[in-house]
């Protein structure tokens, strides 16, 4: 098969312009890339592979996916990777010395951890070099994937629906992150640069999911049902967090997330609905003592009218850290303030809004636009205005939110929105 050579030219649109090249090499297959007499390897910043991929784990004889972590071996410069297939990236393997007893070392796509026995200690031999990658027809994406791939920043699965444990811990360059399709999320574990996420179907949110994540600004989760135990825990940037249909959180899965300002729960619910609270869920640092106070007393709580249980709007009370083990712990959440609204469903068919591209949006038939941040925070009005460019404001890339009025129908309706950089592509083919 031949190789083909891609010239990209990248042109980014946000006050400045940048101008950059590199060369992209694509192979059928990636023994035919390793195998392969190109003359110009140092120039080589991503590769694509087209075929399948051999084997099924990363130990196998005639496995080839225990090639992806040493590509740098031949294209000494490589910083992308793409995958066309569709099959599913293994889970990580164990490696055990000869007895088949001490473990040796683990391995996944680009993670490795070997035993040194000359310090007695694991090192790390993860991929250093991958700073991006994508695949995207992959649905599955196996254990310990990219685990301490320090230095990757970017993800496209647009197809993947399911994470798994470990698949991405430790990543803490990843900052862009397209998995518009996943519906189970296991692990994005001290990623610690990571700010703004999208996971518009995520139905389960994993234990220690977000663990650590610092940087990490809101939780905004349209269709998940179950967040596991700790699983934004020391998420201490984040300032607010959406879970319309959520039944279950688990144990501290808020715990110490100092900035939190605005938490909702149940716009999405039809019919009175329960949500079960583990303990210690809004717990504001160590659980250990007895006179620690919680997170809720900073934040403001929406509620539905179908959520159960119901609220003390006397006292603010919602919920408890159920802690059955000690009574003298066992106390009820107070919040700074308690808002009830009617359920708001966003009615995708009552109003037509086109995407023109770029962050320009068309709207017909409406009197009244008003622009929100996800604080709820009120960033602009228009008027009898049906074109609007949202390029002008100098907004951070994230969710906001129309509030918008027809001239048909008074009452309000609610759309989200995404806010995005604007880029560019020019692709200049070559085949050799």
């Not at 071996?73 to 297939?85: A, K, P, Q, R, S």
């Not at 009370?317 to 802690?323: R, T």
């Not at 809004?353 to 009005?381: A, P, W």
Request: net charge negative; hydrophobic share 40%.
């Amino acid at each position: 098969m031949k190789k083909v050579i891609i010239k990209m030219v990248m042109i980014l649109s946000l006050n400045f312009t940048l101008i950059a090249e590199d060369t992209v090499v694509a192979f059928g297959t990636i023994t035919e890339a390793l195998e392969c007499v190109y003359t110009n390897q140092h120039e080589v910043r991503k590769l694509i592979i087209e075929g399948e991929i051999a084997g099924s784990d990363y130990s196998s004889e005639d496995s080839e996916w225990k090639y992806f972590r040493t590509l740098d071996e031949v294209f000494i410069n490589l910083e992308e990777v793409e995958i066309w297939t569709s099959q599913s990236i293994p889970d990580g393997d164990v490696i055990y010395e000869d007895n088949g007893q001490s473990i040796k070392g683990q391995r996944g796509l680009f993670y490795c951890e070997e035993y040194d026995s000359s310090i007695y200690l694991y090192v790390n031999k993860s991929s250093q070099w991958l700073k991006s990658f994508s695949a995207p027809n992959v649905k599955i994406i196996g254990k310990m994937a990219f685990a301490t791939c320090e230095n990757l920043s970017s993800i496209y699965f647009p197809s993947a629906i399911e994470t798994s444990l470990h698949s991405f811990s430790f990543c803490n360059s990843l900052i862009s992150v397209d998995m518009p399709e996943l519906i189970i999320l296991e692990d994005f574990y001290m990623c610690e640069h990571l700010t703004y996420i999208s996971f518009p179907k995520v139905r389960y949110i994993g234990s220690l999911a977000f663990y650590r994540c610092y940087s990490l600004l809101y939780a905004d989760f349209p269709e998940a049902i179950k967040i596991g135990g700790n699983a934004f825990s020391l998420c201490s940037s984040m300032v607010y967090a959406n879970f319309p249909k959520v039944t279950e959180v688990g144990s501290t899965a808020f715990g110490a997330c100092y900035s939190l300002t605005s938490v909702s729960f149940g716009t999405g619910f039809e019919e009175e609905t329960e949500i079960v609270f583990g303990y210690f869920v809004f717990q504001n640092g160590s659980t250990d003592d007895i006179n620690n106070d919680t997170l809720t007393k900073n934040i403001n709580l929406i509620l539905v009218k179908n959520t159960l249980p119901k609220p003390n709007l006397n006292t603010n009370i919602w919920q408890n850290n159920n802690w059955i083990y000690d009574p003298e712990l066992h106390r009820d959440y107070i919040w700074k303030s308690i808002t009830i609204y009617d359920n708001i469903e966003e009615k995708i068919d009552d109003i037509p809004i086109y995407y023109l591209g770029n962050n320009v949006y068309k709207i017909e038939n409406v009197e009244t636009i008003e622009l929100y941040d996800i604080m709820s925070r009120l960033i602009k009005k228009y008027d009898n205005e049906y074109l609007i460019d949202l390029n002008y404001l100098n907004l951070t890339k994230g969710f906001y939110f129309f509030r918008i009025k027809t001239l048909t129908n008074k009452n309000y309706i609610i759309k989200k929105i995404n806010i995005t950089l604007f880029f560019q592509f020019t692709k200049i083919f070559c085949e050799f």
